[in-house]
């Protein structure tokens, strides 16, 4: 069992940028998908990319395609999320997941959730 932590939410402008990592203390992403979700106010919560961990295929909402960008360091078992030129509509809670499902894509696929860390786009 794997247990997502994450960090470097915060505060950004509008067509600033920002980095979110996840790591899993004590522990591996190997073997797992390694994905990243979002919840804004008043809003279920949708997917924002993911990655295959071991081949590393990523995955990418249409929505953040172009802006976000995946990467992981496998020495260290962090995950992370580069946000560029981003939107007031990135306003969300985000969340890191682990999960061993076959799409990467599907929600109800990761078992293991971080708390979430708040990105807050300001205009």
């Known amino acids: 069992q794997v247990q997502p932590r994450e960090s470097g939410g915060g505060l950004v402008q509008a067509g600033g940028s920002l980095r979110l990592s996840c790591t899993v203390p004590g522990r591996s992403f190997n073997g797992y998908n390694a994905a990243w979700f979002r919840q804004a106010p008043g809003k279920e919560r949708e997917f924002v990319a993911s990655i295959k961990w071991i081949i590393g295929r990523k995955y990418y909402a249409d929505s953040v395609k172009d802006r976000f960008t995946l990467s992981k360091d496998d020495a260290q078992n962090i995950l992370y999320l580069q946000m560029d030129s981003v939107k007031h509509e990135d306003t969300a809670v985000y969340y890191c997941?682990?999960?061993?499902?076959?799409?990467?894509?599907?929600?109800?696929?990761?078992?293991?959730w971080g708390q979430g860390t708040q990105v807050t786009v300001s205009s």
């Open positions: 997941a682990a999960g061993r499902g076959r799409t990467a894509t599907a929600e109800r696929e990761y078992e293991y």
